[in-house]
């Protein structure tokens, strides 16, 4: 069972990750399209879409995650330091929501080459989790 749950686990983290890496692309569309209402539309919407994608992946894979601690006993210090990295990833996920609601709103996206660089942010902390995941270092 615990192979199962630990699969499934990896999936919707997969999955949620997509987003993660997906939505910012979209953000800096949105930038780089100003004055063009239909395509801008599209991307909204994509991007709305992606955005709740994301939030149910996100929520199936804490759940996935809670039994394998709770249930399997997964701990270890290595595990607050990957919990923390998590919820860094996710408060990036977050304000790339926020920005897109604004859009929808109105407001103004930083710039292009900003958003790029917000994009590429949470690869490090992916390879940072992936790292203590399998080294367990403390």
Not at 30 to 53: I, S, W
Request: charged residues 10%; proline residues 4%; aromatic residues 16%.
């Amino acid at each position: 069972m615990y192979l199962w749950v630990k699969t499934f686990h990896l999936v919707f983290v997969i999955a949620w990750m997509a987003t993660v890496f997906y939505l910012p692309r979209i953000l800096v569309n949105l930038a780089e399209t100003t004055g063009q209402p239909d395509v801008q539309a599209r991307l909204l919407l994509m991007g709305r879409r992606l955005y709740g994608f994301g939030h149910s992946m996100f929520g199936i894979a804490v759940i996935l995650g809670g039994v394998l601690w709770f249930h399997f006993g997964i701990s270890g210090g290595w595990l607050h330091a990957k919990l923390t990295l998590v919820a860094l990833v996710l408060a990036h996920f977050i304000v790339t929501g926020r920005w897109l609601k604004g859009v929808a709103k109105g407001k103004s996206l930083p710039s292009p080459t900003a958003l790029k660089w917000f994009n590429e942010l949470p690869l490090f902390a992916l390879i940072a989790i992936i790292w203590l995941v399998l080294a367990k270092p403390f």
